[in-house]
């Protein structure tokens, strides 16, 4: 059984760039959850996608979207970077219908 | 707005010594509960987790937590520490209208040899 991947494991960008982050969901699980964790906090709920569609969103802005695909794996993307998005973002996959969520390792964000 | 609370932010003890992570959620459903540890330079692992039923779960090496609804708490214990248990316990509250996991802010624990 393959488990949740995130790529790349670091990043650095600069403001008002541009970054795209990927989640491989584990074997047979549908649904992927994003969370960002800023450096001292509990993970945030960004959204969540669930057959490719998105099934829920916390309190983020537009300019952080997502994507789900045909095999379930998904990106993050977030535009305009701030430096206030310097974070750990991590990439949770379920099933539908069973409520434990495998986390990933985690995309180190650094924005200068 | 569901919110979950840990009390304690910073916990130092001594090998052998015991221990209890207070976490309190505010949410009048009904609830499922986990309790997550980050252990240094890895990723989120469940320890343990609360659907319905016994209110005393036991986790994965030798943790437990006990559902008290009417205190609204669900806390994290272990009668011995060892050194190994070193790492960050995040309490979460799930929000099953579509698998939103709220977080607390967590508790960093130091366990010296």
């Known amino acids: 059984e393959t488990g949740v991947t995130q790529s790349p494991t670091h990043l650095i960008k600069t403001r008002g760039q541009q970054v795209t982050l990927r989640c491989s969901s584990q074997?047979?699980?549908?649904?992927v959850s994003w969370y960002q964790q800023a450096l001292g906090q509990g993970p945030q709920f960004i959204f969540q996608?669930?057959?490719?569609?998105?099934?829920g969103r916390g309190n983020f802005p537009p300019r952080f979207s997502g994507l789900q695909f045909p095999n379930y794996s998904s990106e993050l993307n977030v535009n305009a970077l701030e430096l206030d998005d310097s974070a750990l973002y991590l990439c949770?996959?379920?099933?539908?219908?069973?409520?434990?969520?495998?986390f990933g390792p985690g995309t180190r964000l650094t924005v200068l | 707005a569901q919110s979950v609370s840990q009390h304690n932010h910073h916990v130092i003890l001594s090998e052998a010594a015991s221990l209890e992570l207070g976490c309190n959620y505010s949410?009048?459903?009904?609830?499922?509960l986990f309790w997550y540890v980050q252990y240094p330079g890895q990723h989120l692992q469940l320890l343990l987790k609360?659907?319905?039923?016994?209110?005393l779960v036991k986790g994965i090496k030798g943790f437990e937590a006990e559902f008290i609804k009417s205190k609204f708490s669900f806390n994290l214990r272990k009668p011995s520490v060892q050194w190994s248990d070193t790492a960050e316990y995040f309490c979460?509250?799930?929000?099953?209208?579509?698998?939103?996991?709220?977080f607390g802010t967590g508790t960093r624990l130091l366990v010296s040899p």
């Open positions: 949770a996959s379920s099933a539908s219908g069973y409520n434990e969520q495998f």
């Open positions: 074997s047979g699980h549908n649904t």
């Open positions: 949410y009048g459903g009904t609830v499922n």
């Open positions: 996608y669930y057959r490719e569609e998105e099934n």
């Open positions: 979460a509250v799930l929000n099953t209208g579509f698998q939103k996991l709220v």
């Open positions: 609360y659907f319905s039923g016994d209110p």
